[in-house]
């Protein structure tokens, strides 16, 4: 590589002057390297003015307007949501501090005891009930394997029935 | 359609198979006409939906009520359970624990009434803002096909329902809680979906009758209105909202949400 090697880029732009323009073409006479670059280049431009220029439809600038009017307009309404939450955190941090931080604490322990005796009598619910309906085929050991094949098999006919109604030809 | 019917008439024969199937310990009864007298001994337990109950007898088992409440006169061996109601104890007793859920809701609907309406208007408030063109399409689609809508919601709410019961027994074995939050999970978003569609059917139909040019907002609100005075019809307002759900819940499974995709990439050959 020597120095008229170094001309390649700025021969390729076009911006060489007339001296080094004549100095550049006899150089790539001998030089296979840069010859082809050059040609290289000069296919490229080529098949790039092959491609046929796309025409965009009028509407195009109004469609992607309205895109950004609609994201923002559901971006205005998460800022509305948040700063309802940010008002309702700050109205409350101003209540603990009227009322006072121990009994804030106190009223907050028996509500989550409270939850907590909720929660517990609720499991106890959910379980026995679940219990009466996993005993329905009785006492057996296999009954939660009928009840994963019936399960599957719903699950299956439900897709499948799907799949067929929003297929047919309305 | 052939399909559909076939397979809801498997449905059916599974279904009745395991209600006949029912061996002698565990009785079901849902939403029986009178109230539950359990005058002999049973050996199982005893689930009631939807009436009350009272036990006479020794019972080797739990009773769990949903909808009603519980006279106990003789023996429970295990838990008793009421949601929406209380048990009373009348000289009997109960081996395990008595729980009662929902008491205060359960006889006060007023209470229900107001919180039911604060929850529909936020709902209201969120769908629109967010989906409100895919609610108006859904309401299109759902006024267009309505009685086809209808037989495949329907049969949908009967398969979800269906579904639900099954993954709430397998709460037994564990994996019963993830299969029921995902199922009740999808069912209430298309409830939620399907009953806002309503709401906007409702709101615009209503509107349109009057040549009221109303907002979206209002047109819903109204529907709203519309949605709760149903509920004080006795007989036609459940009969209407059942089959008004039904064809929602068909329409929302149809149309997507109203985006008209595709379920499970399969292509539609209508109306593209």
């Known amino acids: ?36 670059e050059v040609e290289l280049y000069r296919k490229v431009e080529d098949n790039l003015n092959l491609i046929p220029s796309v025409k965009v439809p009028d509407v195009f600038k109004d469609l992607v307007m309205e895109r950004v009017r609609e994201y923002r307009k559901k ?14 955190l700050l109205l409350s941090f101003i209540g603990i501090y009227f009322i006072g931080v121990s009994k804030v604490i106190s009223s907050f322990y028996f509500l989550s005891k409270s939850l907590c005796d909720f929660a517990q009598s609720f499991g106890l619910a959910v379980f026995t009930i679940s219990a009466s309906l996993y005993n329905c085929f009785g006492v057996g050991r296999f009954n939660w394997l009928i009840y994963l094949f019936l399960f599957s098999i719903l699950s299956f006919v439900f897709v499948r029935s799907v799949k067929s109604f929003s297929k047919e030809v309305r | 359609m052939r399909r559909i019917l076939f397979s809801i008439g498997f449905l059916l024969i599974t279904f009745f198979y395991s209600s006949f199937s029912f061996s002698k310990g565990t009785r079901l009864y849902m939403f029986p006409a009178h109230k539950v007298v359990i005058k002999k001994p049973v050996y199982g337990d005893i689930l009631v939906i939807g009436q009350d109950v009272e036990v006479l007898n ?52 007023l ?40 037989f495949f919601g329907f049969y949908s709410l009967i398969i979800f329902v269906l579904l639900g019961l099954i993954s709430f027994a397998l709460i037994q074995i564990g994996v019963g809680i993830v299969l029921f939050f995902v199922i009740s999970l999808l069912f209430s978003i298309i409830y939620l979906f399907s009953v806002l569609t309503i709401f906007y059917f409702f709101g615009n139909s209503v509107s349109g009758f009057l040549k009221l040019n109303v907002s979206d907002a209002v047109k819903m609100l109204l529907g709203l209105s519309i949605y709760q005075a149903l509920k004080f019809v006795p007989l036609f307002g459940f009969l209407a909202f059942t ?19 595709p379920w499970f990439g399969m292509p539609r050959f209508w109306g593209e």
């Open chain 2, 243 to 261: 089959v008004i759900l039904s064809a929602s819940f068909g329409a929302t499974i149809y149309s997507k949400f109203g985006t008209f995709k």
């Open chain 1, 75 to 88: 971006l205005i309404g998460w800022y509305i949501y948040g700063s309802a939450v940010t008002i309702f």
């Open chain 2, 58 to 109: 020794v019972i080797e088992g739990s009773v769990s009520v949903i909808g009603g409440s519980i006279k106990i006169k003789g023996e429970v061996s295990k838990n008793c359970v009421s949601i929406g109601g209380n048990v009373e104890l009348l000289n009997g007793k109960v081996g395990g624990e008595i729980v009662t859920i929902g008491e205060l809701f359960g006889k006060n609907r």
């Open chain 1, 1 to 36: 590589m020597n120095k008229v090697c170094k001309l390649l880029e700025r021969y390729i732009e076009g911006t060489l002057s007339e001296e080094k323009e004549v100095l550049f073409e006899n150089h790539l006479k001998y030089c296979l390297n840069c010859k082809r």
């Open chain 2, 111 to 150: 209470y229900w009434f107001f919180l039911n309406s604060l929850f529909w208007i936020i709902t209201i408030g969120f769908g629109l803002y967010f989906y409100g063109d895919r609610l108006k399409e859904n309401a299109f689609e759902f006024a267009d096909d309505f009685m086809r809508l209808f």
